[in-house]
């Protein structure tokens, strides 16, 4: 673990743990402390709690705990040096290089960081040619065309990709071998001949970062006739179109401030709505989401507002993706915007032709996902048997991924008003749909509960935190053997030991030589609301214990002097039962 003087060490003083995890879950603060909804286990109401001062984070449902190690470990699925990398990484520290990577893997490193470097590259390629070429005057008079200023250009890093076939390619080679240009995505292949080519011609381009600003890929969109209208970077090492979000760099603080997300389709539409001052915004930037998309999403709100564009396509992206969107206990509201004269609007245009304000209006009347489905269903015709049949096979699979049953039943009760079924019929068919359904996953978290008396608690808390005085608390509880006998005397064992050492605490590494329940009860008692520790305190916690022992070894000799009264030691007993209870008596 982070050794004293280690880098691991440094970078954890530096980290903050609190920011850290807060890139993965959305914390409120509660007291001292912050919690959220677990990140690894199911839940609904927040038992994940984050100590900005212990530096620590508990689950009191799954009991996961640790520091910001323990944390990026299980949250990244990495181990302990990939972690102290994140965490240098999230918190601006440089990372020494690393002597003990396997030849492959630094190969692998070498490899994304060339193609980063190549994107950059391109990226200030694309940018010249849209400023200072006649090809590049066209696409800017198209991008005025569609409302996009000067400032905008420049702020989304749009560019364009001339006509020519190779000029991107000839940019590059000179620095780069023919495998990492096709690598890139930035350049293709001719299969027949073998020769290389730009893979973007005759297009405007945009860059497509990472969630930590990086430009991995380019969206670009043709800007004649030709076909097709938008085309994307292929899969690459650096690039998995279903693991990014665009925008998503430069919504993430909006996002978490807002607290909700509005999704739409293409990176126009983002731009179009980001532009306009509502930065929460990101686009799944192809036909619908991907689950890694909505793992990321999670991270920053649970709240999302759908705006695809009303074409059928959209549609149907927009109902993919609130199945799967619902699935991962989301909130969603679907906005749908109304044509603009005789034209369907996509949230561009209508922000165009209409405005932000108004844009915001419809948002903030965005209805339900499941009023948006329903109002879909009662277009289809529901005037005979089938029809409404249909209208129902098309709810059901939706109305049965909501997790919350009362909510579920709610909605059957809705629906059958709506679409005028009978109630009991479509109960009966949802209860079918739900006995086929695969149960859902649920995380049981073994209740804890243990009856570790307040006093124990006390003494474990001060152990940990009693800066002033635990090493000297420590000595007192060895030297009586205080804690022997208790149900925490591991917990106190390990506590004692590291006190008396006199340095700091680290109650992940004490954590670690426990038990998994003793484990969690340390974490728990580390959690609880308390007031500063004192050292009268502490004596009167000490005597509580005293008293505890006396009667135990008062109870111990009753049973021998019952066992055998004619025990030649019997003098000797009843000498020490009267001196027990003379201090019991004492101490009331
Ligand atoms: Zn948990």
């Not at 849209?130 to 005057?137: D, I, P």
């Not at 989304?156 to 000029?167: L, M």
């Not at 089938?386 to 109305?399: C, D, M, S, T, V």
């Not at 969690?520 to 009268?536: C, K, S």
Request: charge should be positive.
């Amino acid at each position: 673990m982070a050794e004293a003087g280690s880098f691991a060490e440094k970078v954890k003083q530096q980290a903050d743990i609190v920011r850290v995890v807060g890139e993965y879950v959305r914390l409120k603060k509660t007291g001292k402390d912050f919690s959220g909804l677990c990140p690894f286990h199911q839940e609904k109401t927040p038992s994940f709690t984050v100590s900005p001062i212990k530096q620590i984070f508990y689950c009191f449902g799954c009991g996961k705990g640790g520091d910001v190690y323990n944390f990026v470990m299980d949250m990244e699925k990495c181990e302990f040096p990939e972690a102290v990398k994140v965490v240098a990484e999230k918190c601006g520290i440089a990372v020494p290089r690393q002597k003990e990577r396997s030849p492959g893997e630094r190969k692998e490193n070498q490899q994304r960081s060339v193609l980063v470097e190549m994107h950059r590259e391109a990226q200030t390629f694309f940018v010249k040619q849209l400023q200072g070429t006649a090809e590049g005057n066209l696409a800017r008079a198209y991008l005025e065309d569609r409302g996009l200023d000067k400032a905008t250009i420049e702020r989304f890093g749009i560019g364009y990709a001339p006509s020519g076939g190779d000029s991107l390619l000839r940019h590059l080679k000179p620095k780069y071998n023919d495998k990492l240009l096709v690598d890139s995505g930035l350049v293709s292949r001719d299969q027949s001949a073998g020769r290389l080519f730009d893979r973007f011609r005759r297009r405007i381009t945009f860059p497509i970062s990472s969630e930590s600003g990086k430009i991995v890929a380019f969206g670009a969109r043709a800007l004649g006739d030709d076909m097709p209208k938008y085309l994307n970077s292929p899969e690459t090492p650096i690039y998995s179109k279903s693991n990014v979000l665009y925008h998503m760099d430069r919504a993430k603080e909006a996002l978490r401030r807002q607290d909700f997300a509005i999704l739409v389709e293409g990176y126009m539409d983002a731009i179009a709505v980001s532009r306009a001052g509502i930065s929460n915004v990101v686009a799944s930037c192809g036909t619908s989401l991907a689950e890694p998309q909505i793992k990321l999403l999670g991270r920053f709100t649970r709240r999302v507002f759908v705006n695809y564009d009303p074409d059928t396509a959209g549609q149907a992206a927009t109902e993919r993706s609130l199945s799967l969107l619902l699935e991962h206990d989301f909130e969603v509201r679907v906005l749908a915007l109304p044509p603009v004269g005789d034209k369907k609007a996509d949230p561009d245009l209508f922000i165009r032709e209409r405005g932000k304000d108004e844009y915001l209006k419809l948002l903030k009347e965005a209805p339900p996902y499941v009023d948006y489905l329903i109002a879909r269903a009662r277009q289809m015709d529901l005037t005979t048997g089938e029809g409404k049949q249909r209208a129902l096979n098309f709810l059901l699979p939706y109305i049965q991924k909501i997790p919350n049953g009362i909510m579920r039943s709610e909605w059957a009760t809705r629906i059958a008003q709506q679409l005028r079924i009978d109630e009991p019929l479509l109960r009966s068919a949802l209860t079918k749909a739900a006995k086929e359904r695969r149960s859902e996953i649920k995380t049981r978290p073994e209740l804890i509960g243990r009856a570790a008396k307040p006093v124990e608690r006390r003494l474990i808390r001060m152990l940990a935190e009693a800066q002033g005085f635990r090493q000297e608390l420590a000595k007192h509880l060895q030297n009586a053997r205080l804690y022997h006998g208790l149900e925490t005397e591991k917990i106190f064992a390990a506590l004692v030991i590291a006190s008396l050492s006199g340095q700091p605490l680290q109650a992940t590494e004490v954590g670690a030589v426990l038990e998994e329940r003793d484990r969690r009860l340390l974490f728990e008692i580390l959690f609880e609301e308390a007031n500063e520790p004192t050292w009268e305190e502490a004596m009167s916690c000490i005597e509580a214990l005293q008293h505890r022992q006396a009667e135990q070894e008062l109870a111990d000799v009753q049973r021998s002097i019952e066992a055998n009264p004619a025990a030649p030691e019997m003098r000797g007993l009843l000498e020490k039962k009267q001196e027990l209870m003379r201090r019991l008596a004492a101490a009331r």
